[in-house]
C-alpha cells in the first residue's frame, strides 16, 4: 500500500467533526495529525503540525472557514486543503476554490469521494525527495480473452506479478471469472476472503476491511479470488463492481481484472471502467474470426473501443499455420504485444504457484510481460528490469506471505 498521508481536520460542531473522524480512522493510510474546534486557532495547528492536508468543514461559519482557507494556503503552501460542506452552491465552491482548496467535497463525506480526492490530490511533499507518500493516480487493465483457454490468466496473473515487481507500485488482480477464475491457483494463494464478501459488505466497507478482504503474494500483488462455491443466486451488481473498482482504485496503484468469456454486463463494466483492455487472441482462425467479432461488438461502446489492444499469445506454437502479417489483414488492427509460446515454463510456473518474475526471470516470456506491463504502465523497459534486480536482493522477505 502507499505510504501515510498526515491530515488535520476543523470542524466547530463536535457531531459532524466525529463523524468525518470516524469515517477517517477507518482508513489507514490517513493519519490524524490534529483536530481543532476553532476556526481561528486552525492556522497555528496547521503551521505547528504541518499536514498533507488540511480538511475544512465550511458548515459552522462559511465566511470564516472561507478565510481560513486562504489563510492555510498563503502560510504553508504544501499543505492541500480539502474542504466539505452540506451546501453545493456553486459561489461557497468557486470562493472556496479561489482561496486555494483543492477539492470540495460534500457532506456526509462519502469514502469513495474522500479516497478519490486524495488520490487526485498526489501528494509529493513533506517527505524525502522522490519518495512517494500518498496514492497515485490508479490504472486499471482488463484482461480479456477471445476463446477458451488463450492465456487471459497466465498474462493477468504476470502481467500483474511484473508491475508488482516495481518498488513503486501497489497492484490488486481482481478475477471476475465468478464461475471458473483460477486466479488462486496460479499464485498457490488459500484466500481467506472473496469478492462475494466484498459485495455482501459494500455498504459498510471502509478501507481497512476492503484491506483484510485481499490476500498479498509474496511478489507483493494482492488477490481478490472468486467466490468459493459455485452459486448462481449471487448477485454482483454492476453498481457494487462499480464501488470496488473505486475503492481499489484509490488503494492501489494498478488493477488487473481477468475477465471471464461470457461478456456479461460485469466483465463490460469492468472494460468501461478499465484505462486498457488486453484483447488476447493467438494465431488461429476461431480466433481471428472472433477478434473481428468482438471489435465489431466493442464499436458500439465508445467507452471500450478506445481501449482495445490486441495481444497475440503464444507465438511460435507448431501448429499455427497463419502468419502475423496474414493476422494482422485479417483483423484489420495493430497487434499490440507478441508474447512467445513457451508452454514448459508457463505450466512449471503455474503448477508452482510461482509467477514467471520469480520463478523464471531471465526466461523471453517473462521478458516479453515485463515489457507489456512496462507499456501499459508508461514505463520503460529497463526500468522494470533494474526494479526487479533490486527487488531479488530481498527474496527470501517472499517465505513472509503476511499482508
Ligand atoms: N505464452 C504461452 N506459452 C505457452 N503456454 C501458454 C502461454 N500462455 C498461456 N499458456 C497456457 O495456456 C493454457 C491456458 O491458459 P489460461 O491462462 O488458463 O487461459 P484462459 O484464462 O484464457 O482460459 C495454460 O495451460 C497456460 O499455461
Ligand atoms: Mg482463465
Known amino acids: 500500500m502507499s505510504g501515510v498521508v498526515r491530515l488535520s481536520i476543523i470542524d466547530p460542531n463536535e457531531a459532524t467533526r466525529n463523524e468525518l473522524k470516524n469515517m477517517l480512522i477507518g482508513v489507514d493510510m490517513v493519519w490524524l495529525e490534529a483536530e481543532c474546534s476553532r476556526y481561528e486557532f486552525f492556522t497555528e495547528v496547521v503551521s505547528q503540525t504541518k499536514p498533507d492536508i488540511a480538511l475544512i468543514s465550511l458548515d459552522a461559519n462559511p465566511e470564516m472557514a472561507l478565510n481560513l482557507i486562504a489563510h492555510v494556503t498563503r502560510d504553508l503552501p504544501s499543505c492541500n486543503v480539502i474542504v466539505v460542506s452540506s ?8 470562493k472556496a476554490m ?55 490468466t497466465s498474462l493477468a496473473i504476470n502481467l500483474a506479478c511484473c508491475l508488482a515487481s516495481h518498488d513503486h507500485n501497489s497492484v490488486a488482480v481482481i478475477d471476475l471469472d465468478l464461475a471458473l477464475g483460477d486466479t488462486d491457483v496460479w499464485l498457490d494463494i488459500i484466500p481467506d476472503y472473496t469478492i462475494q464478501d466484498v459485495a455482501e459488505n459494500i455498504s459498510r466497507l471502509d478501507y481497512s476491511l476492503l484491506k483484510r478482504s485481499l490476500t498479498k503474494h509474496a511478489c507483493g500483488a494482492f488477490l481478490l479470488p472468486r467466490p468459493v462455491q459455485m452459486d448462481m443466486s449471487m448477485q454482483i451488481t454492476t453498481e457494487v463492481l462499480r464501488r470496488i473498482i473505486a475503492l481499489l482504485r484509490a488503494t ?24 486498457t483492455v488486453l484483447l488476447t487472441a493467438q494465431l488461429d482462425l ?3 474470426r472472433n477478434v473481428v467479432r468482438l471489435s ?20 511460435g506454437l507448431e501448429d499455427t499455420q497463419i502468419s502475423v502479417s496474414k493476422a494482422l489483414e485479417t483483423i484489420g488492427r495493430e497487434i499490440f504485444c507478441q508474447i512467445p509460446n513457451d508452454y514448459a515454463t508457463m505450466v512449471e510456473s503455474r503448477n508452482n504457484g510461482i509467477p514467471l518474475v520469480m520463478q523464471a526471470p531471465k526466461a523471453k516470456l ?3 510481460i515485463m515489457g507489456l506491463a512496462a507499456s501499459v504502465s ?19 522477505g517472499f517465505l513472509n506471505n503476511s499482508k
Do not use: W
Open 98 to 152: 479561489r482561496n486555494g482548496a483543492k477539492e470540495f467535497l460534500g457532506f456526509p463525506l462519502v469514502l469513495e469521494d474522500f479516497l478519490s480526492a486524495l488520490n487526485r490530490i498526489q501528494i509529493t511533499s513533506g517527505k524525502s525527495e522522490g519518495e512517494h507518500n500518498a496514492p497515485r493516480s490508479s490504472q486499471v487493465i482488463t484482461v480479456a480473452g477471445v476463446s477458451g483457454g488463450v492465456g487471459c
Open 286 to 288: 476461431p480466433c481471428l
Open 296 to 315: 465489431q461488438f466493442f464499436d458500439t461502446n465508445d467507452h471500450i473501443a478506445e481501449k482495445i489492444k490486441v495481444v497475440m499469445n503464444r507465438l
Open 366 to 368: 517473462t521478458r516479453t
Open 252 to 275: 492501489f496503484t494498478h488493477l488487473v481484472i481477468d475477465v471471464s468469456k461470457s461478456y456479461n454486463s460485469l466483465d463490460l463494466a469492468a472494460m468501461e471502467l478499465s484505462d
Open 378 to 396: 508508461g514505463e520503460s523497459a529497463s526500468e522494470q528490469e533494474d526494479s526487479v534486480s533490486r527487488k531479488k536482493k530481498s527474496l527470501f
Open 87 to 94: 451546501s453545493q452552491e456553486g459561489s461557497l465552491i468557486l
